[in-house]
């Protein structure tokens, strides 16, 4: 079956920076573009970054110049180096695939949770 399993969440302090990992199994990564959202308590789940099939790749206004998506299709990885944390940053981070070419499909990760904390 198919799985997304986040992982590199933890407890950093502003100005720090984590690397989130989202790895994929049971699909043909290569066909689906994979976005990272993150939602904090009380907040809805929100977009942060995205990155196509192709390699394209966009930002939520939050995220520029801070976070950096990337992908590595031989590992079925997706990447979300981010930088210059804030407390703002504070959320569970969830990388969700969705299927770009050849039918559809939608998953979901568990999330990891990031806290950005002094």
């Known amino acids: 079956q198919v799985q997304l399993v986040e992982s590199g969440g933890g407890l950093v302090q502003p100005g720090g920076s984590l690397r989130l990992s989202c790895a994929a199994s049971?699909?043909?990564?290569?066909?689906?573009?994979v976005n990272w959202y993150r939602q904090s308590p009380g907040k809805e789940r929100e977009l942060v970054a995205s990155t196509s099939r192709s390699g394209g790749t966009y930002y939520a206004d939050s995220a520029k110049g801070r976070f950096s998506i990337s992908r590595d299709n031989a590992k079925a990885t997706v990447y979300l180096q981010m930088n210059s944390l804030k407390p703002e940053d504070t959320a569970v981070y969830y990388c969700?695939?969705?299927?770009?070419?050849?039918?559809?499909?939608?998953?979901w990760g568990q999330g990891t949770q990031v806290t950005v904390s002094s």
């Open positions: 969700n695939a969705v299927k770009e070419l050849g039918g559809t499909g939608m998953y």
């Open positions: 049971g699909l043909t990564f290569s066909l689906y573009g």
